[in-house]
């Protein structure tokens, strides 16, 4: 055998390997293990009943959207950064503002694209808790609205 037919007969094999890992995905089967010239081939994946359960969701734990309403009802309403960046102040935003429920706040810069900050609730500015040009974590305090 040449080297040409060697890569013809590898490239049958991976087109027949591929075949089989796309009917083995679409079957009901949840394991599957093949063993032959050379080649060992192990699949598992998880059994469409156990992906049903987790993707219902748990009702005794409140969802992010219920944390972030009861977060607004308890002494005002914390603004969290979503996501690490650097932030940057919107000119006329500081504390004793009063703000309107979707009102630009301020900026965070990742990945050089720019996420806006907007008040989740309307009220008074309280707080601020970051600086122009500050690296924030995701979930980090950064206003305080009552």
Avoid at 10 to 22: N, Q, T
Avoid at 45 to 64: A, G
Avoid at 112 to 123: C, H, L, R, Y
Wanted: aromatic residues 6%; proline residues 4%; charged residues 35%.
């Amino acid at each position: 055998m040449n080297w040409s037919q060697k890569g013809m007969g590898e490239m049958m094999e991976f087109d027949r390997i591929m075949e089989l890992i796309f009917a083995i995905s679409e079957s009901e089967l949840t394991e599957f293990e093949y063993r032959g010239n050379d080649v060992e081939l192990c699949m598992r994946k998880e059994s469409k009943e156990r992906k049903r359960q987790r993707d219902i969701p748990d009702p005794d734990k409140p969802s992010l959207e219920t944390e972030k309403k009861e977060a607004c009802v308890k002494e005002g309403c914390l603004v969290k950064s979503p996501m690490v960046g650097i932030f940057y102040e919107i000119e006329g935003i500081m504390p004793g503002t009063r703000v309107e429920k979707g009102q630009l706040l301020g900026n965070i810069e990742a990945m050089k694209m720019m996420n806006e900050i907007k008040a989740e609730q309307a009220g008074r500015l309280e707080e601020i808790f970051v600086k122009d040009g500050q690296t924030v974590e995701y979930a980090q305090p950064m206003f305080l609205i009552k």
